[in-house]
């Protein structure tokens, strides 16, 4: 579906994700390699102005250092295990933490730029990567978790 009718990036290759994971000190998990084995980042809907942006591995940098800069990279302004995935605009993001996991899968969490990373008013939003892009990409370029009525629901098991 990405790559059908949305705007994807060329696939990162095996040692990109290798320098990938020694210069973040995670791993990626399952669903995240074979995203970026097959596109590097992908424009969802429209272009320029996506409303959902997927980066690059060279674009994915912990959620505090997105929101406060390289200044703001302490436990002060959240914690270390968030890293954005996505750019919804306006300096607001969909970032991953990577300290936590349920079935080899990491949550899902919006991450607005006037919050610190990590908050409890931080929404989850999925329940794992590819939970965030079925709904992406079922959402019509709508960001899904600001739809009224809107719930996570329970987790799908792989």
Same mark, same amino acid.
């Given at each position: 579906?990405? =790559?059908?009718?949305?705007?994807?990036?060329?696939?990162?290759?095996?040692?990109?994700?290798?320098? #990938?994971?020694?210069?973040?000190?995670?791993?990626?998990?399952?669903?995240? $390699? =074979? /995203?970026?084995?097959? #596109?590097?980042?992908?424009? !969802?809907?429209?272009?320029? +102005?996506?409303?959902? $942006?997927?980066? @690059? !591995?060279?674009?994915? &940098?912990? =959620? $505090?250092?997105?929101? #406060?800069?390289?200044?703001?990279?302490?436990?002060?302004?959240?914690?270390?295990?968030?890293? &954005?995935?996505?750019?919804?605009? +306006?300096?607001?993001?969909?970032?991953?933490?990577?300290?936590? @996991?349920?079935?080899?899968?990491?949550?899902?969490?919006?991450?607005?730029?006037?919050?610190?990373?990590?908050?409890?008013?931080?929404?989850?939003?999925? *329940?794992? /990567?590819?939970?965030?892009?079925?709904?992406?990409?079922? @959402?019509?370029? $709508?960001?899904? *978790?600001?739809?009224?009525?809107?719930? !996570?629901?329970?987790?799908?098991?792989?």
């Amino acid at each position: 579906m990405v =790559a059908r009718s949305h705007f994807p990036n060329p696939p990162a290759s095996p040692r990109q994700i290798e320098v #990938f994971e020694t210069r973040m000190g995670w791993k990626l998990d399952d669903e995240l $390699r =074979a /995203f970026y084995l097959r #596109f590097n980042g992908a424009a !969802l809907f429209k272009r320029p +102005d996506s409303p959902y $942006r997927l980066l @690059s !591995l060279s674009e994915i &940098v912990r =959620a $505090r250092v997105a929101l #406060f800069g390289h200044s703001g990279d302490t436990d002060a302004h959240g914690p270390a295990s968030w890293f &954005v995935l996505c750019s919804v605009q +306006d300096g607001d993001y969909v970032a991953i933490d990577v300290g936590r @996991s349920s079935n080899g899968r990491h949550p899902i969490f919006d991450c607005v730029h006037e919050l610190l990373p990590g908050s409890p008013a931080n929404a989850r939003i999925a *329940w794992s /990567f590819s939970d965030f892009l079925e709904r992406a990409l079922e @959402s019509d370029g $709508r960001l899904y *978790w600001l739809s009224r009525g809107w719930t !996570l629901g329970k987790p799908d098991t792989p």
